[in-house]
């Protein structure tokens, strides 16, 4: 039976709704099944739980500051936008975890969910598989949410660790019923009727073995159907743009840890030092202020290597008077940051380095300004091509005669970037949304102007050769001013002065 939610379901759906104009309008058509709290488990599961881990899960949690709740809206939007896509049909959406990836025979990377399918259930263990399921008699959004998950197995467990097994991962993501991977065979076999559309990314699995294994057939019997196969990932990603209330917490937090962790290791620059030292002064920083891990492998870029964008070899001596590019983030509770700042090794910025640092830093104050509900990304960046021109033809670096017809081409070398992109549970957010949509309330973005030199660049001016400056912000777009997720992280010149020369 569906019904209205409560009031203190109204609460936490309210507090997620952060379309342009809504007033929890969009919500309102959403009739959702009470979320039925199951007992956890009396051990440890294959991740966190409020039983084992209440220092950092409350109850009904499913990852930290995201609950029950928040997932099972999550998946009715979801089927709501499918049944505005395709009405009048059944219809199952099929999404795959990531499997174990090993960097040699049998030495494990660290775990990383799939983000698509850990938005939609916030489970966390590899060889997994999220079915919803149309109800049959019921219009959609209501459904039935299924887990199939790796069977218990304490041999594999004594090596591998704990897994949460079907009962734990039903108590705590708070789907509806959970099997063991094999049993998905048996749904597989249903879903051939011509009757229901699939929704499943079956062009790219993100798990080619489990693919390969139950979902291979289904893939070529459905592509001959007329129902065929629709790709998931773009609706996902839609909803993924635009951030809840709780997942603005989320990013704040970890806004907040990288931009102290940031102060420490501008405090640490003391020459000479490696860039190697700062890379893991940076991590430590993170890490011990509750981050999982970094949100991707930091550009530590000292002297003319911060004019390769994307350097991350991190094992040159930084020397006295030269400047260092850090761009580093952390990942907490599923949610990245990404912060980029420029400072001297020796405390002070020379003449050069402060008019290259100080021009950078007003395009990039003149962009975060831009940024506001209807504006979108493209155009931010062609804002920013404007201004870096302007500032280019005032430094020298530009002929004042270059026209405008060429402006964009010239200031491209010397910033061959885009201004920003989407940022959320992956630090590229929602790759496949395209920067020309306008901002919305809730979306999350960064801005992140640069000027870069190399030190071979004989059409520059001398005192600018083998500089380059990128200063980056995370923002979240608000129907006001837009919030700075960074702003603890020090970027005018003074402020950074005070920190390195400390």
């Known amino acids: ?56 899960l409350k109850p009904g949690e499913v990852t930290p500051g995201l609950s029950q709740t928040e997932y099972s809206l999550r998946r009715h939007k979801l089927m709501a936008r499918i049944q505005q896509e395709v009405p009048g049909m059944d219809h199952t959406v099929i999404l795959l975890s990531n499997p174990t990836y090993y960097m040699s025979n049998d030495i494990p990377y660290t775990f990383h969910q799939d983000t698509n399918f850990l938005y939609l259930c916030g489970f966390q263990e590899p060889d997994s598989i999220l079915v919803l399921q149309s109800l049959p008699g019921k219009p959609l959004p209501s459904h039935k949410a299924l887990l199939f998950v790796p069977r218990r197995d304490p041999s594999r467990e004594l090596w591998d660790g704990p897994r949460s097994g079907t009962d734990g991962a039903v108590a705590l993501t708070g789907v509806d019923e959970g ?9 597989v076999a249903k879903l051939k009727d011509e009757s229901t559309v699939v929704w499943y990314d079956f062009a790219k699995p993100v798990h080619p073995q489990l693919h390969s294994d139950y979902l291979l057939h289904l893939a070529e ?36 840890v990288t931009s102290q962790a940031f102060i420490e290791t501008m405090f640490a620059s003391k020459t000479p030092v490696n860039e190697a030292f700062l890379y893991a002064k940076f991590e430590f920083e993170c890490r011990a202020r509750g981050a999982d891990i970094l949100a991707y492998p930091p550009v530590v870029a000292g002297g003319n290597r911060s004019n390769t964008l994307h350097y991350v070899k991190n094992n040159q001596l930084i020397k006295d008077g ?36 100080q021009a950078v830093l007003e395009v990039q104050k003149s962009c975060l300004r831009l940024c506001s509900p209807g504006v979108s990304l493209e155009n931010v960046y062609s804002f920013m091509l404007t201004l870096i021109g302007q500032k280019l033809k005032d430094l020298g670096v530009l002929q004042q005669s270059t026209t405008e017809n060429h402006l964009f081409k010239a200031v491209r070398k010397y910033c061959p970037h885009h201004v920003g992109h989407y940022l959320g549970m992956d630090v590229h957010d929602t790759p496949d949304i395209s920067r020309s949509i306008p901002l919305q309330p809730g979306m999350v973005i960064t801005i992140e102007p640069g000027i870069y030199i190399p030190e071979n660049d004989a059409s520059a001016p001398e005192r600018f050769r083998g500089i380059g400056v990128r200063i980056e912000d995370d923002v979240v777009v608000t129907e006001n001013t837009p919030l700075i997720l960074s702003e603890d992280c020090p970027k005018e010149i003074y402020d950074v002065e005070q920190v390195c020369g400390s």
Not at 23 to 50: A, D, H, M, T
Not at 337 to 348: C, Q
Request: net charge positive.
């Open 322 to 357: 030269e400047m260092v590019l850090l761009d580093g983030g952390c990942e907490s509770s599923c949610y990245v940051s990404d912060i980029t700042r420029t400072w001297p090794i020796s405390g002070r910025f020379t003449g050069p380095q402060a008019e290259l640092y």
């Open 221 to 256: 019997v459905k592509a001959r159907s007329k129902t065929r196969i629709r790709a998931i990932r773009p609706l996902v990603q839609s909803l993924r743009l635009v951030k809840s209330s709780a997942e603005i917490e989320r990013m704040k937090i970890a806004g907040k």
């Open 179 to 187: 099997y063991t991977i094999e049993e998905i065979r048996h749904l």
């Open 1 to 56: 039976m569906v019904w209205f939610p409560s009031q203190r379901l109204y609460s936490a759906v309210r507090g997620m709704c952060n379309f342009s104009g809504c007033k929890f309008c969009f919500l309102r058509k959403l009739s959702i099944e009470p979320v039925q709290q199951r007992k956890i488990p009396n051990r440890y599961l294959g991740q966190p739980s409020p039983f084992t881990h209440p220092h950092l």
